[in-house]
C-alpha cells in the first residue's frame, strides 16, 4: 500500500489552460497542451522530444519568445516565435516579432510584424560533384 512504487505516468496528452482573466510571469515550460485565454509574461517551451502544441486562443496573450514544435496562434503574440513543425496563424493572430517556421498557415486577416524565415530541423544535403562519372565526392581520380 505504501511501498516504493514509482510512476512513470506520462502527461503528454495533458492539457493546461491559463483561463481568462489570469496573469502568469515567468517562464513556462510543458508537455502535452497549452491553452492560453489569459496573459503570460515571459518564455514559454516545449519540453525536449515532446510534441507539445500552444493554442493561444483570441483573448490570449504572451510576451516573450515561444519555442514550440507546433502552435496555433488567434490571440497576441509580443516575441518571436519558433515551431518547427506546423505553425497556425488564425484571423485573429498578431505577432510582433519573427516567426520562424517549417509549415505555415496564414488565414486572412493574420498580422505578423517581423520577418518570416523558414527554418527545418533537417541535416543539409552535401553536393556531391563528379556524379556523372562515377567519383564521389572527396574522392580523387589518378591523373
Keep these: 500500500m505504501f511501498g516504493k512504487k514509482s510512476s512513470t505516468a ?14 502568469i510571469k515567468g517562464d513556462i515550460q510543458f508537455a502535452g497542451t497549452l491553452e492560453i485565454e489569459g496573459r503570460i ?24 519568445d515561444i519555442n514550440v514544435p507546433s502552435a496555433i496562434v488567434n490571440g497576441r503574440v509580443a516575441g518571436n516565435v519558433y515551431s518547427n513543425e506546423h505553425l497556425e496563424l488564425a484571423s485573429n493572430a498578431v505577432i510582433d516579432g519573427s516567426v520562424h517556421y517549417n ?13 518570416l524565415m523558414h527554418a527545418t530541423d ?16 572527396g574522392e580523387a581520380e589518378p591523373c
Design 41 to 64: 509574461e515571459g518564455n514559454i517551451s516545449a519540453e525536449s522530444g515532446s510534441k507539445a502544441t500552444v493554442r493561444i486562443l483570441e483573448r490570449g496573450e504572451v510576451e516573450g
Design 10 to 23: 506520462t502527461f503528454s496528452n495533458a492539457t493546461t489552460l491559463v483561463a481568462y482573466g489570469t496573469l
Design 122 to 137: 533537417q541535416p543539409e544535403v552535401k553536393a556531391i560533384e563528379h556524379f556523372a562519372d562515377g567519383v564521389a565526392d
Design 103 to 115: 509549415v505555415i498557415e496564414m488565414a486572412k486577416g493574420a498580422q505578423v510584424n517581423g520577418n
